[in-house]
């Protein structure tokens, strides 16, 4: 599987932003695909994720309310959709991809996702 996120940018404290997802290759083996983000000299974390299969959805709690993710099964794609976006938002978005079953516990852990996409660059400015 391969992935290529697009959509990132600049923004200022409160606007939106949407940032996407496109998969191409073995994408029938995916159960799930979701963002992870990373800022300067801070670990990767967990940002949102969604099922393949059954759409369900799954938000840290830092961007619950402010972001929706959204997956397009026919097009092998998510978005994820930023309002309210905060200087803490800052980072690098990269989007994954999981190949096996998932449960609302292990799906925040990058280590169990098996396809990372390049990331893309969000930067928001007070």
């Known amino acids: 599987v391969q992935l290529q996120a697009s959509g990132g940018g600049m923004a200022q404290a409160g606007d939106p932003l949407r940032i996407s997802c496109v998969a191409s290759?073995?994408?029938?083996?995916?159960?799930?695909m979701g963002w992870f983000r990373q800022a300067p000299g801070k670990e990767r974390e967990f940002v949102a994720a969604?099922?393949?299969?059954?759409?369900?959805?799954y938000y840290a709690d830092s961007v619950q309310g402010r972001f929706t993710i959204t997956n397009n099964r026919a097009k092998n794609s998510m978005s994820l959709q930023m309002n309210n976006l905060k200087p803490e938002d800052t980072a690098i978005y990269y989007c994954?991809?999981?190949?096996?079953?998932?449960?609302?516990?292990?799906?925040?852990?990058?280590?169990?996702?098996?396809?990372w996409g390049q990331g893309t660059l969000v930067t928001v400015s007070s």
């Open positions: 994954a991809a999981k190949t096996e079953a998932f449960n609302s516990i292990n799906i925040v852990r990058p280590t169990t996702y098996a396809y």
């Open positions: 290759g073995r994408t029938f083996s995916m159960y799930a």
């Open positions: 969604v099922s393949t299969v059954g759409g369900s959805t």
